[in-house]
């Protein structure tokens, strides 16, 4: 049975790739999921507001009180000595790397085309296989799309000239044409993958103290079916690599997300619901159902349920809505 399988030029021994999440902060975590059969491994993101706050710290407490008297100083420690935040996570990218037969991918979000290059090439030199970046950037004032889909693919451009290794875009689902700014990603930026999509935590209102909080929901199956949808229309229209993301709980959601063409499956929430481990589980169940229905390699089977070929496209189109409410049995509540 071949379960290899091709993401951004990597060869990986299946398509089954843990997403980032905290798990990847700890050395041993990584090498648990190796050994549980992850083919690769996003490493947890860091955040460019992360490093500027980092950085504003230091200087403060460099600075607090020196005015005062000069034996202030000596009340701190020597901050200029101190790993900075940026520091710590290359270091910890290095130490990944080392720690593993498998391919790690390093993950950015940054704030500014200076920040995309300055921290995009120094994770390179770490080691790592590949560079996973998220793009989303919150419009609160007024700007076009137009101007802000030019603006991701300019930096995409100018990045994947710059790198070394694979670049690979997580993109979120908000665009108002999926199609297009997947295209112009592929074939003007030549991205080397794509990850569809990235799946947001979004603030709530806390109506007895009046606070803004935030807390963490996991994923569920049903939200695998957005980015099912869009891989299966994409599929066979770009040359990047596809990976579906969100949702995947069991090996029948990787199983899916591979009928409708994608290349790998990011995974993340059933970890940290089920453990590590449960990456076996994943990969167990997939080589199960491939010999149930005779598949010899994953090729075979990767996008047998896209746009393009299944029988009736239009059950992945606005169509399919109707029958959806159809189906919907409500005679028992009247």
Same mark, same amino acid.
């Given at each position: 049975m071949d379960m290899q399988a091709y993401y951004l030029g990597l060869s990986l021994k299946n398509p089954i790739i843990v997403s980032s999440n905290p798990?990847?902060?700890?050395?041993?975590?990584?090498?648990?999921?190796?050994?549980?059969?992850?083919?690769?491994?996003?490493?947890?993101?860091?955040?460019?507001?992360?490093?500027?706050?980092?950085?504003?710290?230091?200087?403060?407490?460099?600075?607090?009180?020196?005015?005062?008297?000069?034996?202030?100083?000596?009340?701190?420690?020597?901050?200029?000595?101190?790993?900075s935040f940026l520091d710590y996570h290359l270091h910890h990218l290095e130490q990944?790397?080392?720690?593993?037969?498998?391919?790690?991918?390093?993950?950015?979000?940054?704030?500014?085309?200076?920040?995309?290059?300055?921290?995009?090439?120094?994770?390179?030199?770490?080691?790592?296989?590949?560079?996973?970046?998220?793009?989303?950037?919150?419009?609160?004032?007024?700007?076009?799309?137009?101007?802000?889909?030019?603006?991701?693919? #300019? $930096?995409?451009?100018?990045?994947? /000239?710059?790198?070394? %290794?694979?670049? *690979?875009?997580? =993109?979120?689902?908000?665009?108002? #044409? $999926?199609?297009?700014?997947?295209? /112009?990603?592929?074939? %003007?930026?030549? *991205?080397?993958? =794509?990850?569809?999509?990235?799946?947001?935590?979004?603030?709530?209102?806390?109506?007895?103290?009046?606070?803004?909080?935030?807390?963490?929901?996991?994923?569920?199956?049903?939200?695998a079916r957005l980015p099912l949808r869009w891989i299966a229309i994409l599929y066979d229209q770009i040359k990047a690599s596809i990976a579906g993301s969100t949702g995947v709980h069991s090996s029948d959601d990787v199983i899916k997300y591979i009928l409708a063409g994608a290349h790998a499956i990011t995974c993340a929430s059933c970890l940290l619901q089920n453990g590590i481990p449960y990456i076996d589980q994943l990969t167990a169940g997939l080589e199960k159902w491939m010999k149930t229905k005779n598949f010899k390699s994953i090729d075979q089977f990767r996008g047998l349920m896209s746009y393009k070929k299944i029988s009736h496209p239009t059950e992945l189109e606005r169509a399919q809505y109707m029958k959806a409410l159809r189906s919907f049995k409500h005679d028992e509540l009247y």
């Open positions: 798990l990847s902060e700890k050395i041993d975590y990584i090498k648990n999921m190796e050994k549980a059969g992850a083919a690769a491994i996003v490493m947890y993101s860091i955040f460019a507001e992360e490093i500027h706050y980092d950085d504003e710290f230091v200087d403060y407490y460099r600075e607090f009180g020196t005015e005062k008297f000069a034996e202030s100083l000596t009340y701190f420690p020597n901050l200029a000595k101190q790993s990944a790397v080392k720690a593993v037969n498998i391919p790690i991918i390093g993950s950015l979000n940054a704030t500014s085309k200076e920040n995309w290059f300055e921290y995009a090439l120094k994770m390179q030199e770490t080691g790592i296989s590949a560079l996973e970046i998220n793009l989303f950037t919150l419009p609160i004032k007024p700007k076009s799309s137009e101007l802000i889909e030019q603006e991701y693919i #300019s $930096i995409v451009k100018d990045l994947k /000239a710059a790198l070394n %290794i694979p670049l *690979v875009v997580k =993109l979120s689902p908000y665009f108002t #044409s $999926i199609t297009d700014i997947a295209l /112009a990603l592929d074939k %003007i930026a030549h *991205v080397d993958g =794509l990850i569809l999509f990235n799946r947001f935590y979004h603030p709530d209102f806390d109506i007895d103290q009046l606070k803004i909080k935030t807390d963490i929901q996991l994923s569920n199956p049903y939200e």
